[in-house]
């Protein structure tokens, strides 16, 4: 996709959801309208990170909240807020003997996008699967909870980068210009997300911030059998 256009992005659902996403729950007199997107910056909820309050030392951690700049919508007001940790091994999946992944987390990602051009926020509080650490950058998935914008148990991925030497931190989603692939059609379609799935982080935040804190992957549980090698399945 080397040239990005209105249309290119609207053929795959892009437009709608930047004009609603958010994660950030309206607040509990919300009325019917803000319940349909149409909230104000007055009455849509702001985005902060609480804590979780039972986070361990020394674990994989992403928190912070912050806007950010996205070139295909300056003149909007788009806010991330992002609360996670690890917690390996702790979600058995079906037919995997281990009782979890390495990459297990838990935690709150918060999002709200004010449209300028309509006065419409969208909003979306969705819950941390997956996070995964590489020096000052995270990845990590979570899984929509609550929303005026996206259907429950959607999920999407977010990349945080955290600033260095002055740098400003930087934030990536997983909708917008990535993420997406032929249909039957021969048109696009927005792909789905797997764990810890996210793009670089393109977008520079303009206020706010983020720390990510690095651990290396833990070691598998006791007696548990070795991961296959990579790319063995492909072989």
Not at 145 to 161: C, E, I, K, M, Y
Request: a positive charge; proline letters at 9%.
């Amino acid at each position: 996709m080397s040239v990005i256009t209105a249309r290119t992005l609207a053929a795959v659902g892009v437009t709608a959801l930047l004009a609603g996403f958010a994660a950030v729950g309206p607040p509990a007199a919300a009325s019917t309208a803000e319940a349909r997107g149409a909230a104000s910056p007055a009455t849509a909820p702001s985005i902060a990170t609480a804590g979780t309050g039972h986070e361990k030392a020394g674990v994989a951690r992403v928190r912070g909240a912050g806007r950010i700049d996205y070139v295909y919508s300056p003149d909007d007001t788009i806010r991330f807020g992002v609360d996670a940790e690890a917690v390996p091994f702790t979600r058995p999946l079906p037919g995997v003997e281990l009782p979890g992944l390495p990459t297990d987390a838990r935690g709150t990602v918060r999002i709200s996008h004010h449209v300028q051009a309509t006065g419409r926020t969208g909003w979306s509080v969705a819950d941390v699967d997956c996070l995964v650490t590489g020096g000052g950058t995270a990845t990590l998935t979570a899984t929509v909870r609550r929303s005026n914008a996206l259907d429950p148990g959607t999920r999407f991925g977010v990349s945080v980068q955290q600033g260095r030497q002055g740098q400003p931190d930087r934030l990536g989603f997983s909708w917008g210009v990535v993420n997406v692939a032929a249909d039957t059609t021969g048109g696009l379609k927005a792909s789905p997300v797997g764990s810890c799935m996210a793009p670089a982080p393109f977008a520079p935040v303009t206020d706010g911030g983020f720390a990510v804190r690095h651990t290396e992957l833990p070691p598998l549980p006791a007696g548990s059998a070795r991961p296959a090698e990579p790319h063995s399945r492909h072989r």
